[in-house]
């Protein structure tokens, strides 16, 4: 199927395979070394594409989201299946949570070689420390043959040697990848990715007095201080709003 020289021999028996192959080479997915490697297993024959918000996605597919939108994903593509690590179901279209994505891809779970791995909208504000992990664990496993990432929407960015806390994970996934690393993984699965804006424990009165002014949950206030999250989708305007008294309470 295909020659040393790096040209496909057109097969007519083989040529929807040879297309795909050949569309794989050109977008940059895999290197003309490896389709060799890729050619001798009948799994290509289940990569297909798929449109994905006006883009051509090669399969298999994680698109990475939070929860709360997999129901919106599932509408705008009918194949996507919620993946469950602890079952080992990863469909061919995966929908993941970030954490679950990065737990499962540091401890080597993930039944794909090649992949493509697309960040949802979803976690838009993601802060700097989600994009430079993602990226920085990408560009390990890219280069140990391990496995094969096609990422979107992931920014080029460098983790903080300072953020010790990411740097764990880092350090496991390099010693599951084979590399003889001295560094320190101890419990790195205690980790906290969108990290503590607010630092300075906040007390409870205050967090249900603030819920009761804002008419909504406390676990919603407490999301915000904690977790920099927003699970309960308050606007913006809300948000900065607690954020406020939250900082004039402190100083006062």
């Not at 001295?182 to 424990?201: I, P």
């Amino acid at each position: 199927m295909y020659s040393d020289s790096g040209v496909f021999k057109m097969n007519e028996q083989f040529e929807p395979e040879v297309k795909k192959f050949r569309w794989l080479l050109q977008q940059g997915y895999i290197t003309s070394t490896e389709i060799s490697f890729y050619s001798n297993f009948y799994d290509i024959e289940m990569t297909s594409i798929v449109n994905f918000e006006g883009k051509e996605i090669l399969v298999p597919l994680i698109i990475i989201a939070r929860p709360s939108r997999f129901d919106q994903i599932k509408r705008e593509l009918p194949q996507a299946e919620i993946a469950d690590p602890i079952a080992k179901k990863f469909p061919l279209i995966s929908l993941i949570s970030i954490e679950k994505f990065i737990n499962s891809l540091v401890t080597m779970k993930l039944p794909f070689f090649f992949f493509t791995l697309w960040l949802h909208r979803s976690y838009s504000d993601a802060p700097p420390q989600v994009h430079g992990l993602l990226h920085t664990l990408i560009d390990l496993v890219n280069t140990s043959n391990k496995y094969v990432i096609k990422p979107y929407n992931i920014i080029s960015a460098e983790l903080s040697v300072k953020n010790s806390e990411l740097q764990k994970i880092v350090c496991h996934f390099k010693k599951m990848l084979g590399e003889d690393s001295n560094c320190d993984d101890n419990d790195w699965w205690k980790y906290n990715l969108w990290g503590n804006r607010n630092t300075a424990s906040v007390d409870r009165k205050l967090i249900e007095k603030i819920a009761l002014q804002y008419n909504i949950l406390p676990i919603c206030v407490h999301y915000i201080i904690y977790y920099n999250k927003n699970p309960c989708n308050l606007s913006s305007d809300v948000i900065n709003k607690i954020k406020s008294d939250l900082s004039s309470s402190s100083s006062s």
